[in-house]
């Protein structure tokens, strides 16, 4: 049987809150439109990109959001000496480049970027994560 990432629900975000429920609400957001583009695809379509000789294609953004928000929650705000997922300093893009040899998609780039499974910044429980292509 191909795997295929699944449905993500989409939840809207509320117009008057706290900042930090206002942040996270928009977080989350976001990182479900993203999931959503990724939804029905097989690994293979997801590692497709589009418009040579770009490197782009939607595991790649995936894999590269999961970079960004590890480097933002753990390394910045956390102070972890962890390396990135995907990219280093040798291989800057690597979240783009290396997307061919992945094997089949499995749980977690955003949950491991910010955290935990599960967590939101500051360790606040409920994220949920999107599909990856780990090789």
């Not at 497709?48 to 970079?67: E, F, I, K, W």
Request: with cysteine; aromatic share 6%.
């Amino acid at each position: 049987m191909t795997w295929t990432a699944p449905q993500i629900p989409r939840q809207s975000t509320p117009t008057v809150a706290g900042e930090r429920q206002l942040l996270e609400a928009w977080l989350d957001y976001h990182r479900q439109t993203l999931l959503s583009k990724c939804s029905g695809l097989t690994a293979e379509q997801l590692r497709q990109r589009p418009a040579p000789p770009s490197t782009m294609s939607l595991l790649g953004l995936v894999r590269h959001m999961a970079d960004v928000e590890r480097g933002w929650f753990r390394r910045r705000i956390a102070g972890e000496d962890i390396d990135f997922l995907y990219s280093s300093e040798a291989d800057p893009d690597g979240e783009f480049d290396n997307v061919e040899g992945a094997s089949e998609p499995t749980a977690g780039p955003f949950s491991d970027g910010i955290g935990r499974p599960g967590t939101k910044p500051g360790g606040v429980t409920g994220a949920t994560g999107p599909p990856d292509a780990r090789s």
